[in-house]
């Protein structure tokens, strides 16, 4: 089954404490994006990566961190969370770098930092 | 700078009544416009786009959207609603030559029966 999967789903940590958001597709996709999701702001792009080590901020790459070195992963790094990154957090993917390809979405990652 | 509004944070209507979803964009270049739909606790899923061509186009579930050049607008359409379709709607724009995407702030639409 294609998919976008993400790991964990739910997350609670603690200022500070580094954490790693997993995603991971396989429909070989080459366009993969991190973005967070908050109330009455919609979608909003963190990072993206346009190929394998070939990455670029989006919107609010502040905090944030990502790598892309297997075409098929994309992990997100927060190495010093605060309490503003608490949030949902989607991980998509795109086939070609092609602006008329639309996104596949992971099922999400809810993120509560205290 | 690219953004993209959903002016209603929410839609009411009743079952087998036509709905509409409104989204206005403001680019610089030409845009690439898509619709997706995230049901409660799962990720978007994508409805339809418009790339180029005929103005109107036609997705999943029986939605469809219209690209209006000059009032820069994209909104989404369903001739009869479904209580189905209840769910948060988002428009997104890429722009031709740009790597980013845009979302809306999105739209909970609610069908009654």
Known sequence: EAQVTQNPRYLITVTGKKLTVTCSQNMNHEYMSWYRQDPGLGLRQIYYSMNV??????????????????????PLIL???????????????????????????????????? | AQSVAQPEDQVNVAEGNPLTVKCTYSVSGNPYLFWYVQYPNRGLQFLLKYITGDNLVKGSYGFEAEFNKSQTSFHLKKPSALVSDSALYFCAVRVYNFNKFYFGSGTKLNVKP
């Open chain 1, 79 to 114: 190495e010093s969370p605060s309490p503003n990154q608490t949030s949902l957090y989607f991980c998509a993917s795109q086939q070609g770098g092609g602006q008329g390809y639309e996104q596949y979405f992971g099922p999400g990652t809810r993120l509560t930092v205290t």
């Open chain 1, 53 to 74: 080590e070939v990455t670029d901020k989006g919107d609010v790459p502040e905090g944030y961190k990502v790598s892309r070195k297997e075409k098929r992963n994309f």
